[in-house]
């Protein structure tokens, strides 16, 4: 199954999508419908007004999470062709949720930061209350999955060794299109192919079946530290071909159009846009 958040004339509606229609569940977003204890059920049964997919307005796919959680150097072939050692445990830093966007939304490029760069990343969205979770119990709390790109601005994220105020600037990280969930027959769990494209360029190619710490182990090792939530998520980490490893270094500009794809669960479309103040 595969649900959406769209933006309507009435506000938001959390949406499942039928091929190319969508219809809407009575709730407002996403996240409102993975509050509920039997949302798959409400999901499943939705017969709400009707959207043609090709004309819908994708809001985040969950717009307000109550936490977004995301891991650093979690790709074996990127960590080892940098000389690092693979970590024996996840590198985790937060997102707010002022940070995200919409699938086919503008990345605002701040006008602090010279230095914004792509992170094309799989997005784990959590189903149930999750607290002190084994890995093998830890697929039943997952809704499902979406597509996210860590925007980043590398010159504030290096100004100290913490990397929050290089990671959540505003309206920089789509997230969306859909949530595809756990159970889609569509969705080959092993193997994912994620692409990121920068003005039609291949930037960044890899399988989440190189993710060193995948979406169960995440799962389980932060539950050790709080409760995940219906709707928070966990953005699993990015591959090589990031802008500011490149010789020269390259970063995002003014009219960039970034595209990020994961096979089964759908692609992002991005211009970027240069922050006007005033």
Known sequence: MKLATLRTADGTAAVRVDGTRAVETGLPDVGALLALPGWKDVAAAASGPEHALDEADFAPVV????KIICVGLNYRRHIL???RDLPEHPTLFAKFASSLIGAADDIVLP?????MDWEGELAVVIGSPARHIRPEDAARHIAGYAVLNDVTARD???RTREWLQGKTFEATTPLGPVLV???D???DRGSMELLCEVDGQVVQRADTADL?????TLVSYISTVLTLEPGDVIAT??????GHARTPQRYLTDGSVVTTRISGIGELRNVCRAEKLG
Do not use: C
């Open 63 to 66: 717009p307000r999470p109550g």
């Open 81 to 83: 062709e940098m000389g």
């Open 111 to 115: 006008w602090a930061s010279d230095a």
């Open 156 to 158: 504030w994220q290096f």
């Open 181 to 183: 969930t756990e159970d």
């Open 185 to 187: 027959p569509g969705l």
């Open 212 to 216: 060193v710490f995948g979406p169960e």
């Open 237 to 242: 980490g990015t591959p090589g071909g990031v």
